[in-house]
């Protein structure tokens, strides 16, 4: 509790003793690093509050390359069995660390997610899959979604709905290989989802899965036809009648 009252100090926010209780209770096993946090200005202070916070998930928004030391994740992994690390600073220069590291340093155990992109990691004779945490997996089809439905507002819970549809789209092989989110290939697909979610909450429609469908579209192109002249001219107009016939 006294990591949540620390953070509501720096956030300037009055919580009550329940509501502090609460929040312990429901976040109390994440620690969230942001640039403009104090707790960032001295790693040492970081590395203090792990025994308090026992945090099962480390989240790095700092832009701060080196952050997350080897140290403060091997303080975090004595409590946890798969710790996730998630150093979401970009480009890679700015990670909080590397998708290798913390695999390394808790012997194979650590869960990475990165914001930029990383490499698999090979450790222990295992192939260990960097999922990349970007927000392009969200955006788009909660775009999607609220342009088809003509929503009026973009509402918490479709945020919500769309994190569940995310998640939801990671195989439990891909789980299995220490990957916390879907490849970047299955883009299209996972937008899909969060789109028809979207537009399901945001109501109105008599089918948001094929409104979705009937909105969504593929870059394909007409293969051009090389215009000439002279006596290539002949030959280029039967190709064009080709075309024009197919």
Not at 3 to 15: D, G, H, K, M, P
Not at 61 to 81: P, Y
Not at 136 to 154: D, K, M, Q, W, Y
Not at 160 to 182: I, K, N
Request: glycine content about 8%.
């Amino acid at each position: 509790m006294q990591f949540v009252r620390r953070v509501a100090r720096l956030a300037r926010l009055a919580l009550s003793e329940p509501e502090v209780e609460r929040l312990t209770r429901e976040l109390g096993a994440i620690l969230a690093v942001g640039a403009s946090t104090a707790i960032c200005e001295d790693t040492t202070k970081l590395i203090d509050m792990l025994p308090e916070v026992k945090p099962t998930i480390l989240v790095g928004a700092t832009g701060r390359a080196g952050t997350f030391t080897q140290e403060m994740i091997e303080t975090m992994a004595r409590h946890v069995e798969r710790p996730i690390v998630m150093p979401l600073s970009n480009p890679t220069s700015k990670a909080e660390c590397t998708a290798e590291q913390p695999i390394r340093w808790t012997n194979g155990r650590a869960i990475v997610a990165t914001g930029s992109p990383f490499a698999d990691v090979e450790y222990g004779g295992k192939r260990h899959v960097i999922g990349q945490a970007n927000n392009v997996f969200v955006f788009p089809g909660v775009g999607l979604g609220a342009i088809v439905a003509e929503a009026r507002s973009i509402t918490d819970r479709m945020f919500l709905l769309a994190a569940r549809e995310l998640a939801a789209a990671v195989t439990p092989e891909r789980v299995a290989s220490g990957a916390l989110y879907p490849p970047v290939s299955d883009l299209r697909s996972v937008s899909r989802r969060v789109a028809i979610a979207v537009a399901t909450e945001a109501g109105g429609l008599e089918d948001p899965e094929a409104a979705v469908d009937g909105a969504i579209w593929w870059p394909d192109y007409v293969p051009y036809v090389r215009v000439v002249a002279g006596p290539e001219a002949n030959g280029q107009r039967a190709t064009q009648e080709r075309v024009a016939e197919a």
